[in-house]
DNA sequence: TGTACATCAGTGAACGCGCGTTCACTGATGTAC
DNA sequence: TGTACATCAGTGAACGCGCGTTCACTGATGTAC
């Protein structure tokens, strides 16, 4: 469905590659599969011709790299606005990782794509460049390692590697985020006692 | 590039079936795309004319699902084939996860597909129609709850839910294979003992 | 205050491509008589 | 043993479609004089 659309003033045409990117983002929300975000889809849903984009992405596939960037940065708001005040150490690193699962499971797709391909070793996970204000992912991931250090050091956790300990927490969380996407009708044991244990046992907290 | 082919006898046009669906295995080998499955790029490379795959499969859709099921079974083939003989439940666990971890590594496209979307409840690693002799996806996992079942009646593990420590360990695998495909670049501790750690202490293996 | 002009946010038409799918067909081979 | 015929594993041409991308352009708006 084309929206009308008031063209943007002067020194704004910048605006339109927000909504570019809103755009696609919609379509992949809306179908959930990756590939519907053409350059086309996208230009029709942003109620603009297709060649307009051009003046704001490369090709294709930057439109792509820029709806990943921007669940990122998604994500790591919703995790620092999660954990922001919380001050027992235990309580911070459930509240985190719920929060991330959280993400997971409300916004399936976006974090499909967000992990789904071989990511460029530049792109905002490890070492991107990052907007002021935004956090990198291996800066996101560096609150997961202190919360779990915060533990040890209350006492709270046997961890004596939080770096390690909050890798291998990371990667179980991601794994149960999508395998619960993948097998819907895998007869799950209850979701919150299998959170539990996972946090629980990955960073070593104690009974 | 278009092979040189010999029309199967009479009788044997089934054959071409598996013909199609190793073809279309190729491609994702070499593109690691799902997208590069395409009909007709399925049919150069098995060295026919499009329309003839109209002949074993309904549409486009149909090969890929094949595709996904020979995957699993290949998958489920080489878990049980690992651990086939072994004894020690402890060892038996380790191997077995082990040999899945290297499947997830060593075919990481094909694996990506077989968890990368929802797949209808009807398929092959919840309750599919599967060929003789092949075990079912369920099947497949009830040898991990077996195995941690084993370790716990031996002493071994201080599991009390074998059934949800399965589901919690293979949740785990599953996202420590998926995150070190998608984040190679990430400075990940050493995958021995992170693989050592996840399935010690979500199996609970005594120390 | 008025006007010429540069700027720039877009448009519209066109391109070649590979796709999934359909249709009518071909030609080798086994079988019935 | 010879031949007509049914079977069936494929072929070849064609369709309409949406795609990414290019190109030359338009027309509103701010600015210089």
Redesign the pocket.
């Known amino acids: 469905v084309n929206q009308v659309?008031t063209?943007?003033?002067?020194?704004?045409?910048a605006?339109?590659r927000d909504e570019i990117v809103d755009a696609a983002m919609a379509l992949l929300e809306e179908s959930g599969r990756e590939e519907s975000i053409?350059?086309?889809?996208v230009a029709r849903r942003a109620?603009?011709?297709?060649?307009?984009i051009?003046?704001h992405f490369e090709?294709?596939d930057a439109i792509l790299a820029a709806v990943i960037d921007a669940a990122f940065y998604e994500l790591i708001d919703a995790l620092t606005a999660a954990i922001d005040g919380i001050e027992d150490p235990v309580e911070r690193l459930h509240t985190g990782c719920h929060a991330y699962l959280g993400f997971a499971v409300e916004r399936p797709h976006r974090y499909r794509v967000m992990f789904g391909r071989d990511r460029d070793p530049e792109s905002a996970i490890v070492a991107p460049a990052v907007p002021a204000g935004k956090l990198t992912g291996l800066e996101a991931f560096q609150i997961l390692v202190d919360s779990i250090r915060g533990c040890a050091e209350a006492g709270r956790s046997d961890s004596v590697d939080p770096f390690a300990d909050a890798a291998v927490l990371w990667s179980a969380m991601h794994g149960f985020a999508g395998l619960q996407q993948s097998l819907e009708h895998f007869p799950w044991p209850d979701r919150v006692q299998m959170e539990h244990a996972i946090i629980d046992r990955l960073a070593r907290v104690r009974d």
Chains 1, 2 share one sequence.
């Open positions: 659309r063209r943007n003033p002067r020194g704004q045409g605006r339109l053409t350059l086309r889809a109620g603009i011709t297709a060649p307009s051009y003046a090709d294709r």
